[in-house]
């Protein structure tokens, strides 16, 4: 019984990756799968190299298409032939650049096989490697390893899961198929682990290769423009997760502008690539002509509201902010060293919480970014201005705004 499906979408592809990856399935010790390949319009030469490398195999199905549509509606086309066969259990994906080990199948069949019934996806370690096939050995990457066997709640924060995965066909038959380009992959673990568990399998069963130039890392990482849109989908998929979920904000970010120089933008790009995503920002722009809303509203976000409020004081535009505010939290963006690091609202609501279980905080705690890598608390009472980039507790800034108007 052929019980495996998997598919691989091939656009532009370099021949020699398309030949190792293609080889790479096809030598599993696992035989019993279906092999489907999805042309999204895929020059005749890449083509070429499909039919010759998987010829005469009969588990391998080519499917045509003469329009590149993109990887999610790709995907689609794959998956909806396999959802079909009646015999198919489980469901993987491959990337037409990355190799595959012999165990992969095999291994990560096992882990959903053994598994709990409540379980529908299992995932693995895999190894990074350069352009060349060379292991990278990079200091965040082996913090990445060894932080991959997580609980599926914090897929919220980060995507674990990687590149490495196989899930049972019952369980995505409950959901829709991927959408949300480029992160279709990503979104589509949240939708999925709404519905079932998860299974890490610590072993390395693959190796992605990072610097592959036509991959759409490579394109996310050399162009501002799509990063950006990476940026905007990664946290759109999180905020329509906790949607779903029906988890509330908690912090609020006030940023008062009056312009659109190259330090509000800076400030604003540096806030969005936080680590630490449950927030919600309101934007209020001081200028007389709205020219700071004309170039940050190009910035987008999920998270963001807009408010026009010309020739207003900081003060009247922070006050105003503040009628948003029903988070927990509030913080104000401004001139401070916040954020330092892509790491310190997460550190900052850490630092607060562990400050609370240590008895040490209160309503007149405040933690705040040192600007050296380290967060720190202060004290603060109703008689002191608003301080930017201070974590505040929302019932205490309204006090010190109302105080001090």
Known sequence: ???????????????????????????????????????DGA???????????????????????????????TLNIGFD????????????????????????????RSALEKAPDEVGLAYSSFRHIDHKGNFLKEPALEEFYKYQNQPKENLLDVCFI??????????????????????EDYEYWLRLTENCE????????????????????????????????????FNLARQEARNRR????????????????????QKLEQLFEQSFSNYKVIIIDRSSNQSAIKILKHIVDPRVKFIELPNASEKDAIRSGMSEADTTFTLILGNSLFPSSHYVLYNLIL???????????????????????????????????????????????LEIIHYNN
Do not use: C
């Open 1 to 39: 019984m052929r019980d495996i499906g998997i598919v691989m979408p091939v656009y532009k592809q370099d021949p020699v990756y398309l030949d190792l990856a293609l080889r790479s399935v096809l030598q599993q010790s696992y035989h019993n799968y279906y092999f489907v390949i999805v042309s």
């Open 162 to 183: 990687g590149v490495s995965f196989m899930y049972k066909k019952q369980v995505a038959a409950k959901i829709d198929g991927y959408r949300l380009e480029p992160v």
């Open 198 to 233: 998860i299974v890490y399998v610590e072993e390395a069963l693959m190796e992605y290769r990072t610097n592959s130039p036509l991959s759409v890392s490579a394109q996310l990482r050399n162009s501002k423009v799509q990063h950006r849109r990476w940026r905007y989908a």
């Open 81 to 108: 032939y396999l959802m079909k066969i009646e015999e198919v259990k489980y469901l993987t994906w491959v990337s037409s650049d990355n190799i595959y080990y012999p165990s992969f199948v095999e291994k990560l």
């Open 43 to 73: 020059p005749s030469e890449t083509v070429d190299v499909i039919k010759n490398v998987t010829k005469g195999d009969g588990r391998v199905h080519l499917i045509l298409k003469e329009k590149n549509e993109g990887v999610a509606k």
């Open 351 to 397: 630092f607060h919480n562990q400050l609370i279980q240590g008895g040490i905080a209160n309503q007149n705690t405040v933690v705040f970014d040192n600007g050296l890598g380290r967060v720190a608390y202060d004290t603060v009472h109703i008689t002191k201005e608003p301080v930017s980039g201070y974590l505040y507790k929302t019932e205490k800034l």
């Open 246 to 265: 029906k988890i509330p904000f908690l912090l609020t970010i006030i940023y008062p502008v009056e312009n659109s120089s190259e330090q509000t933008i």
